[in-house]
């Protein structure tokens, strides 16, 4: 009687051995390239150490230029003066600064405006322009980063703006910077100084 069960038993145990041995045998290996594809984890702390980055280097443009050495050239009637800032000897080392923040697209749009503010005359790095004053107009900056997906957020800007006496809040400008990562980076896609 008791050897009855134990045929049934060891049968179905087998059947059972080889059909999880089977299994396994035809699951599909994960492809290496899904690996590749995963966007690297980044902290709200580092998008705004990036935001802050982007603006200085924006700012560049706009508010206030690169030191120099007030050694000065003449180009196509425009006067330039020698930047004197540690890692930017060339125009090169400028954009590869540019790249590390924003797209290359954003980056030579930075660079190729006319006339443009930087241009490298005979290997060295040069500026015109003297910039311009914070808009008095414009007060506190209020910054929120919001997850569109992976590998992309908005780093949201509130500026309040100012009546004449500097003090009293009369309205908000606000701002939408796309943070994206482009496969080897994070950059931002566009940006602008919101002074």
Do not use: H
Not at 28 to 34: I, K
Not at 42 to 64: K, V
Not at 136 to 157: C, F, H, M, R, T
């Amino acid at each position: 009687m008791k050897r009855a069960w134990i045929w049934p038993m060891l049968l179905m145990l087998l059947l059972c051995g080889c059909g999880a041995g089977e299994m396994r045998e035809a699951a599909p290996a994960q492809p290496e390239e899904a690996a590749a594809e995963e966007v690297p984890q980044i902290s709200q702390e580092e998008i705004l150490s990036a935001y802050q980055r982007a603006d200085a280097a924006c700012g560049w443009f706009t508010l206030e230029p690169l030191p120099d050495s007030g050694e000065r050239v003449t180009v196509d009637g425009t006067v330039y003066r020698k930047v004197k800032a540690e890692g930017m000897e060339e125009l090169e080392d400028l954009r590869t600064y540019l790249n590390s923040v924003f797209s290359p697209e954003l980056t030579e749009r930075l660079l190729s405006g006319g006339p443009p503010t930087y241009r490298e005359i005979e290997g060295a790095l040069y500026v015109t322009g003297q910039g311009r004053l914070r808009d008095p107009d414009k007060g506190s900056v209020q910054i929120e980063i919001e997850q569109v997906e992976a590998g992309s957020y908005l780093v949201n800007v509130t500026v309040d703006l100012l009546d004449r006496d500097g003090v009293t809040v009369t309205g908000l400008e606000s701002w939408s910077f796309p943070y994206v990562y482009t496969g080897d980076r994070w950059v931002f896609t566009d940006f602008k100084t919101v002074y």
